[in-house]
């Protein structure tokens, strides 16, 4: 699309370019930005005076960034181990996401203007996040019933969620293989190994099949050592014999006197979204196709447009050159990124990688991009075509269109930026009584740093802890 501005401006819609020009640097800030106050006291771990910001600030609870406020607010009350309410927050939102999702009413003029005026609809992989969250919370709550259907329906909604895509075009976090890990933990804990088993063979599967490839995170040892173990308890001879030759090692037998504590651990933060525009030249065929090629990032994206009606077409077919705007990531690198458990500085539980949120945030959104590209497209042409044709009749009045869709064209940066950089867990064996550990978390230019976990054991019994490490490059 070619949005010039007129060289030759009168003095009649000179103070509306100002206005533009105005609006256009406002509008530059990114969603992260415009919440300087709360990011930066949720960065320092201040989460009451994060909190305070959040509630203080109207337009956060409108409904354009209501699934934002609720994703925010249930995940400061988890932080503030109020389980209750954050399972009560993270459930409003679960309902107000799926009500956003079925609304159109915003699409009309999100075509004409940008995706920032719609109510924000959450990516995919945050969706189900907020599941995970209740999953943790119900556990903290030892409410395991009520974590499982949360593990259940991060899967179930991600399977919905595919299949209303094309098949070509469907996003590659298509099934978590942590949250089947999660459910095999709880089915673990009630002393239910079959189930266990079959969620953990599950989760295995997933990991060498997706995760490996897609997000460079491969399945944890502590995934296959629980395997081998419920397989042995299940009697699944074959099955354990199987995967003991092929992971090369055996499981630890446990003593009867002993209680297992699984300890998720969270680090850094989830990247943020910023805005990036990528140019593309458009190509007409003659058989109905319009292709849009970028050399630069080596995209060719081809769009059948001979079925749309006349003047949609058209606006096409005039097109040769266009600039689209769209959201991309920016990562926050966590700075510790590996952990270990220390008892009595003498055995050593290193915690595995089960989630890479970071890697998945980057991948659903381009999986998004590539879908979204010819809605995007249209939104171009629609308003080229009304810039052309007010041009026609009123030049004047069309470069007031031009510099509208100019300053309205720019993406939609918000995004949940309140979750963690990645998931790690670990399942420690303690004898019955109280013990405090160590957690010393280390990152790659060799700076450690020691936590003391108090814990509390009963022999045969399964507890959970969980904590989150925030500090980010």
Same mark, same amino acid.
């Given at each position: 699309?070619?949005?010039?501005?007129?060289? #030759?401006?009168?003095?009649? *819609?000179?103070?509306?370019?100002?206005?533009?020009?105005?609006?256009?640097?406002?509008?530059?800030? !990114?969603?992260?930005?415009?919440?300087?106050?709360?990011?930066?006291?949720?960065?320092?771990?201040?989460?009451? /005076?994060?909190?305070?910001?959040?509630?203080?600030?109207?337009?956060?609870?409108?409904?354009?960034?209501?699934?934002?406020?609720? &994703?925010?607010?249930?995940?400061?009350?988890?932080?503030?181990?109020?389980?209750?309410?954050?399972?009560?927050?993270?459930?409003?939102?679960?309902?107000? *996401?799926?009500?956003?999702?079925?609304?159109?009413?915003?699409?009309?003029?999100?075509?004409?203007?940008?995706?920032?005026?719609?109510?924000?609809?959450?990516?995919?992989?945050?969706?189900?996040?907020?599941?995970?969250?209740?999953? &943790? /919370?119900?556990? +903290?709550?030892?409410?395991?019933?009520?974590?499982?259907? +949360?593990?259940?329906?991060?899967? +179930?909604?991600?399977?919905?969620?595919?299949?209303?895509?094309?098949?070509?075009?469907?996003?590659?976090?298509?099934?978590?293989?942590?949250? #089947?890990?999660?459910?095999?933990?709880?089915?673990?804990?009630?002393?239910?190994?079959?189930?266990?088993? *079959?969620?953990?063979?599950?989760?295995?599967? *997933?990991?060498?099949?997706?995760?490996?490839?897609?997000?460079?995170?491969?399945?944890?040892?502590?995934?296959?050592?629980?395997?081998?173990?419920?397989?042995?308890?299940?009697?699944?001879?074959?099955?354990?014999?199987?995967?003991?030759?092929?992971?090369?090692?055996?499981?630890?037998? !446990?003593?009867?006197?002993?209680?297992?504590?699984?300890?998720?651990?969270l680090t850094g933060l989830g990247p943020v979204k910023a805005e990036w525009s990528i140019n593309f030249s458009a190509v007409n065929g003659s058989n109905g196709y319009l292709t849009m090629v970028n050399n630069e990032e080596n995209i060719t994206l081809p769009f059948f447009v001979g079925n749309m009606d006349n003047s949609t077409r058209n606006s096409f077919s005039n097109l040769d050159f266009v600039r689209v705007a769209f959201p991309k990531y920016e990562e926050r690198g966590a700075f510790y990124t590996n952990a270990d458990i220390l008892i009595n500085d003498s055995i050593r539980y290193h915690l595995d990688k089960g989630e890479d949120i970071n890697a998945i945030a980057f991948k659903t959104l381009k999986d998004r991009m590539v879908r979204e590209m010819a809605n995007s497209l249209l939104r171009l042409a629609t308003k080229q075509a009304i810039e052309s044709f007010t041009r026609s009749k009123d030049e004047n009045l069309g470069a007031l269109i031009s510099i509208f869709n100019a300053v309205t064209e720019k993406a939609d940066t918000r995004n949940w930026q309140t979750l963690p950089n990645s998931i790690h867990y670990t399942r420690i064996r303690l004898k019955e009584g109280k013990h405090t550990v160590t957690l010393k978390v280390n990152s790659p230019n060799g700076k450690s740093k020691n936590q003391q976990v108090d814990l509390e054991v009963k022999a045969g019994r399964t507890n959970y802890f969980t904590f989150h490490n925030m500090e980010s490059n």
């Open positions: 699309m070619n949005q010039k501005l007129p060289l #030759h401006i009168s003095g009649k *819609i000179l103070p509306v370019f100002l206005f533009g020009f105005l609006l256009l640097l406002s509008g530059c800030a !990114t969603y992260y930005m415009q919440n300087e106050a709360f990011n930066s006291y949720f960065l320092q771990g201040d989460i009451a /005076s994060a909190e305070k910001v959040l509630d203080k600030d109207k337009k956060s609870n409108r409904t354009k960034n209501r699934a934002l406020f609720l &994703l925010n607010k249930g995940t400061l009350s988890w932080m503030q181990q109020d389980y209750v309410s954050a399972t009560n927050y993270f459930n409003e939102a679960d309902l107000f *996401i799926e009500d956003q999702r079925k609304s159109i009413g915003s699409e009309a003029l999100a075509m004409l203007i940008n995706p920032m005026t719609k109510p924000y609809v959450p990516e995919d992989f945050e969706n189900v996040m907020l599941n995970f969250y209740k999953a &943790l /919370s119900y556990l +903290e709550m030892g409410q395991t019933q009520e974590a499982l259907v +949360e593990c259940r329906r991060v899967n +179930e909604k991600l399977y919905a969620i595919n299949d209303k895509y094309p098949k070509n075009y469907q996003n590659r976090y298509s099934d978590d293989a942590f949250a #089947h890990t999660l459910m095999g933990l709880i089915y673990d804990s009630t002393g239910d190994s079959n189930n266990a088993f *079959i969620a953990y063979r599950n989760a295995l599967k *997933i990991y060498e099949d997706n995760y490996l490839k897609n997000f460079n995170t491969p399945a944890p040892r502590q995934l296959k050592e629980d395997l081998l173990r419920t397989a042995y308890e299940t009697g699944l001879n074959q099955e354990y014999e199987f995967f003991k030759n092929k992971f090369g090692f055996d499981f630890k037998k !446990t003593d009867k006197d002993e209680g297992d504590v699984i300890i998720i651990w």
